[in-house]
């Protein structure tokens, strides 16, 4: 059964935008009709694609508002949209404000309306969701939702407590998955590609770390790390992102005197060439739901190291890399070392990391979840509406 299917993300570098458009894509290929909605084309969808068709959301300011009424232009987009191309489904990604809009497009088209799927990501259930300015609004569209996912269990169980979600309200948990080919580890590790991002650093370890440099992702403890082992080893760090605290790292960087060993690439579209050749993956979080960077490096062969957070236990087992207790920066600097250190621990933790990707986390079986789970709460509805 082919369906159509609009999908709503933020286009921002950041994990939800990633799998919604990878979603998107996969879909189209599979020969559904697939209708991306956001801002701006999501970093990782260039141009237009065989059956997937971009939609820009317009939030165009006036004076009058101080803030520009950004869920109402996603809801009059969804209407329009579904109105040009009869929408099957509609899979919003991050709940705050999408599943808000995507109520409201689908009171307002009536019998035409698409089945609404809440995908929850991660800070729409523990920050914004869960704030008491968005809470009753978020809550109240989550549970009038047809569908539901999480990537990780331990996001469905803290979607329930914390929006206090009806306990017998079905929320299908599909992990997060990973272009297997794109990341995968190099023929052979070359650091001399890392090197060449610091020309007049000895030789040594490369540490990498992706992320959108918000509070959560505490990047200042990657700093902290890299100056411990670097009483021992002549370690170097590559970060690759933007954000609000991307300052703040800099700076402690400088009063550490460690500015000459770290490298900031910025924001990428792609940036698995440099990624493979890394020795391990920083991803110190407060928290993650799942934590498509520390998959993307799993894949990419390179072992993760962070705190005992969230999901990422059930994505990063002993096996593939080590989290620690949060927030013990000494303790995650000893577990980095000691890989580093130990002959051949690095490369088994890495080699582990790639099998573990490729048996759990490959596009294809995700796919296979997502497009059963879609026909499914397409077949649940009455025959007049199919
Ligand atoms: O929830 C967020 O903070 C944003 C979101 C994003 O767009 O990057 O991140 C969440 O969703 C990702 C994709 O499912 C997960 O990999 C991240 O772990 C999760 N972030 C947090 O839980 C902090």
Redesign the pocket.
Known sequence: MKFSIGIVC?P?F??????ASELARGLAERGHDAHLLSTARPGRITGDEPGLTFHEIRVPDYPLFEHAPYGLAVASKIVDVCRAHRLDLLQV??AVPHVASGLLAKQLLGVQAPLLVT?L???????TGSDPSYRSITSAAIAASDGITV?SAW?RDEARARLQLPSDLPIEVIA?FVDSERFAPPQARDRARLQSLFPRAEEGPVLFHVS?F?P??RTGDLIEVLGLLRRHLPARLVLVGDGPDRRLVEERAKSLGLDGQIHFLGKQASFVEWLRHADAFLLP???????????EALAAGVPVFGYRV???PEVVPAAVGRLVEPFDVQALATAVRAALETPGASERLGSAARTHVLERYRREPALDRYERYFRELLLRRPPEKR
């Open positions: 933020f921002s950041g994990g939800s935008g990633v799998v990604h991050y995908s990501h991660g800070t729409d259930v523990t920050r990537p996001l997060n959108n918000r959560v992702k979080s407060e928290c993650e739901s799942f934590g498509v960077a520390a998959l969230g999901g990422l």
